[in-house]
């Protein structure tokens, strides 16, 4: 079947740091990957998306690379700040008819400290 | 800002309580989805509407009954829940056809209702 594992958290860092939370998928077909982020007391948020193998998605400095060899989306960002911290969710999308399926992975928290 | 609302923010209500939590949207989506979150878990996928017809029931308990009375608005009513159900519900939308290029539009979520059942 469909899923999505993500590397489990928490994830720690000093602020600046490199950030990498690893994403892989398991899917028939050719879906499209998305990263979303969930601050505290707030929904989810698109962070970026790829829709084809080797697109790369990129956003307030975050990027994933959709790799169709590794089935990976791996999200990374070259100096995080205290204002990344959050939980990410790594996402496929399977649609058929009218409508989108979300399939997420568990979920990453990271916690940046000054 | 969120371009999904959700109302309201929190519900506190007994197990005998009846109330109805709703969502609305005005970006042209077609379709709509209610979601289930507990405490440091993704969400879970309830229902999903599409031309404002139920397409998918994930054996949801008849206790939660989803309306979706227009292509804007999105309601989920509520009855006689049980302390398990208390939780982050989320709304969300979409459009609607994959066939077409904008069928790769993600999800948008709203900031949810957070449920609590005495």
């Known amino acids: 079947g469909n899923s999505v594992t993500q590397m489990e958290g928490p994830v720690t860092l000093s602020e600046e740091a490199f950030l990498t939370i690893n994403c892989t998928y398991t899917?028939?077909?050719?879906?499209?990957l998305f990263w979303y982020v969930q601050y505290p007391g707030e929904g989810l948020q698109l962070l970026l998306k790829a829709t084809k193998a080797d697109d790369k998605g990129s956003n307030k400095g975050f990027e994933a690379t959709y790799r169709k060899e590794t089935t990976s989306f791996h999200l990374e960002k070259g100096s995080v700040q205290v204002s990344d911290s959050a939980v990410y969710f790594c996402?496929?999308?399977?649609?058929?008819?009218?409508?989108?399926?979300?399939?997420f992975g568990a979920g990453t928290r990271l916690a940046v400290h000054p | 800002d969120t371009e999904v609302t959700q109302t309201p923010k929190h519900l506190v209500m007994g197990m005998t309580n009846k109330k109805s939590l709703k969502c609305e949207q005005h970006?042209?989506?077609?379709?709509m989805y209610w979601y289930k979150q507990k405490a440091k878990k993704p969400p879970e996928l309830m229902f999903v509407?599409?031309?404002?017809?139920?397409?998918i029931n994930e054996s949801v308990p008849s206790r939660f009954s989803p309306e979706c009375p227009n292509s804007s608005l999105l309601n989920l009513h509520l009855h006689a829940l049980q302390p398990e159900d208390s939780a982050l519900y989320l709304c969300?939308?979409?459009?609607?056809?994959?066939?077409?290029?904008?069928?790769?539009?993600?999800?948008?979520f709203g900031d949810g209702t957070r449920l609590s059942i005495l």
């Open positions: 970006m042209g989506h077609r379709a």
């Open positions: 996402a496929l999308r399977m649609g058929s008819g009218g409508y989108n399926k979300l399939i």
């Open positions: 969300a939308s979409s459009h609607a056809n994959p066939g077409h290029q904008r069928g790769n539009q993600p999800q948008h």
């Open positions: 899917a028939t077909g050719y879906p499209s």
């Open positions: 509407y599409s031309y404002e017809k139920l397409s």
